[in-house]
């Protein structure tokens, strides 16, 4: 069987029949369709990717905008927003109206002239190194643990100055805060000075654009501190009870192992013998796990916090372990 269509008018020709099948064609246009082995005829299909068979047109090609087309008449012939820092794409095509253009953020380690956001001069050539800065150990109790550790920080040449107080018997204040970079706080003892004074200090500083590491025991019940670094969630850890591990445990686990958190750092390169039964506050992530004698335990959380992020760690401070300083001296720069 044969299909002709001429000038509006489609007939179909089945020996000395003809049958009028459609209408409304502007040209001429031969179809062919089958006949089955009882005789019978089958559907005819169209040759023309034009037509939406026989009743009707493809909208594609219109210069209007139909439904379920993303451009028509209109679409990009390229993609190229001028950022380095993103890397462009072309979707789709305009033959078939979907073409759009994909400007996503560029990853870490391309030589492109762009330090994405949250990269590190040890990820990323195009990305600076720190410029040293200003820090301030601040303890509560073991005046010698203080002095031992920030003599283990200096002693890294990473910070341009290392400072200590020990809260103890001294009232923290924002402006006592204010002139260093980063803060790192850690706690042996129950009682501070003004706990509620430190945590008010300490979330005002944050909000000032400081950055502040919380470490054991200072998020660690009885051990903690107190006021609105607490009570407006700006800790990433916190938990109740001190886990003392005989003979120390490893890391079971590191999450986000690119993070500069853990640049020269490694399962292999730090321990700890004391830890909090600790957890992620909540919107907190946790980066890794100690390998606890009474199941994995956290060891870091990072978390959000005024659009930045600050991160803390579940260890004491002990200035003897070259990994745990390592580590510590990550996290006094990291955001």
């Known amino acids: 069987m044969r299909l002709l269509v001429h000038s509006g008018l489609a007939v179909a020709s089945m020996g000395a029949c003809a049958q009028v099948v459609g209408a409304d064609f502007d040209d001429y246009r031969l179809e062919a369709s089958s006949t089955n082995s009882a005789g019978g005829m089958d559907a005819a299909t169209s040759s023309t990717s034009a037509m939406g068979g026989l009743g009707g047109h493809s909208l594609c090609g219109n210069d209007m905008l139909d439904p ?21 794409q072309n979707l789709g095509s305009a033959k078939t109206c979907d073409a759009e253009c994909s400007f996503l953020p560029a990853g870490c380690g391309e030589t492109d002239g762009c330090c994405p956001a949250n990269c590190f001069d040890f990820q990323d050539p195009d990305c600076p190194t720190p410029e040293p800065d200003d820090v301030l150990v601040l303890g509560n109790g073991s005046p010698s643990l203080i002095a031992a550790l920030r003599a283990q920080l200096e002693a890294t040449g990473r910070f341009a100055t290392v400072s200590s107080m020990d809260a103890l018997d001294t009232t923290v204040t924002t402006a006592t805060l204010a002139p260093h970079d980063a803060v790192l706080v850690f706690s042996n003892a129950s009682l501070w000075a003004d706990d509620v004074g430190v945590g ?27 006021g609105r670094f607490i009570t407006d969630g700006y800790h990433a850890l916190g938990g109740v009870g001190v886990l003392n591990e005989a003979g120390g445990v490893g890391l079971h686990a590191i999450h986000e192992g690119a993070s500069y958190l853990f640049d020269g750092v490694s399962t292999a390169t730090v321990s700890t013998d004391v830890l909090c039964n600790a957890m992620p506050t909540s919107g907190a992530i946790s980066l890794g796990e100690w390998d606890a004698a009474g199941g994995p335990v956290v060891a870091f959380a990072r978390k959000e916090v005024g659009g ?28």
């Open 68 to 88: 379920g087309e993303l451009c028509d008449g209109d679409c990009p012939d390229e993609c190229v927003d001028g950022n380095r820092c993103t890397t462009d």
């Open 308 to 335: 930045r992020q600050r991160v803390d760690v579940n260890f004491f401070p002990d200035a003897s372990n070259a990994g745990l300083i390592r580590l510590l001296g990550n996290a006094l720069y990291f955001e």
């Open 200 to 226: 008010n200090a300490l979330a005002d500083y944050h909000d000032g654009g400081g950055r502040v590491v919380v470490a054991l025991a200072a998020h660690c019940g009885e051990f903690g501190f107190a």
